[in-house]
Each structure stands twice: as structure tokens, then as C-alpha cells.
């Protein structure tokens, strides 16, 4: 398995960025799709956004579409989320995720989460 660590969570005022890192350990990472999901008290995990091996596609929650970025760097086993124009709603835990399907279906790996809270 692979094992991930994010980082880079954090308090900030809505309309500000943030830059989530997910750096993983183990299994080779370019075998790999990436995903970020997020999470509040009480609701399901929920996805966020993914992006496939060799970072020539990817897909977010339209939610977030326009405002998160997702990249990947496999020279450095990370994969980043870019996030702008943070808006109250986007306050959860942030989790890293890893797949050998390229569309997320069934997660491999988990990272531990990471806490954005965004102030209105």
C-alpha cells in the first residue's frame, strides 16, 4: 500500500487561498490516481477532485469547479489541491486519497486528514 500524509490545512478568511500537499510513501506513485475528498461533522465524505496518473485528466465536484486546482508532482510523490475563493461552505477535513482506478470508485489509501476552517 501506499501511505499518504497531508499538509498545508489552516485557518483563512473567505475570498483567500490555500494550498493543500499530500506526499506519499511506499508503492510506486505514478501507479496511482490521486483524490482529495473533504468531510463535515454529521455528512458523508464527499468527493472533491481527481486527477489520473500522469496528470492529463482531471475532474472536480462542481462545487469547487473554477475555484481548486489539483496537480501533481510524481518526481516528488505529491499531489497539491489549490484552492481559491474560499467561501465558509469549503470549511471541513481535507483527505488525500489514492486509487489504482482512475475514476476513485474504490480507495486504496487514505491520508489522515487535514482541517481547513474558512472565516465569513
Known amino acids: 500500500q501506499v501511505q499518504l500524509v497531508e499538509s498545508g490545512g489552516g485557518l483563512v478568511q473567505a475570498g483567500g487561498s490555500l494550498r493543500l500537499s499530500c506526499v506519499a510513501s511506499?508503492?510506486?506513485?505514478?501507479?496511482?490516481?490521486m483524490g482529495w475528498f473533504r468531510q463535515t461533522p454529521g455528512k458523508e465524505r464527499e468527493f472533491v477532485a481527481r486527477i489520473n496518473w500522469n496528470a492529463d485528466s482531471t475532474y472536480y465536484a462542481d462545487s469547487v469547479k473554477g475555484r481548486f486546482t489539483i496537480s501533481r508532482d510524481n518526481t516528488k510523490k505529491t499531489v497539491y489541491l489549490q484552492m481559491g475563493s474560499l467561501k465558509a461552505e469549503d470549511t471541513a477535513v481535507y483527505y488525500c486519497?489514492?486509487?489504482?482506478?482512475?475514476?476513485?470508485?474504490?480507495?486504496?489509501?487514505w491520508g489522515q486528514g487535514t482541517q481547513v476552517t474558512v472565516s465569513s
Open positions: 486519497a489514492a486509487s489504482r482506478d482512475e475514476r476513485l470508485v474504490s480507495i486504496d489509501s
Open positions: 511506499g508503492r510506486p506513485f505514478s501507479w496511482y490516481a
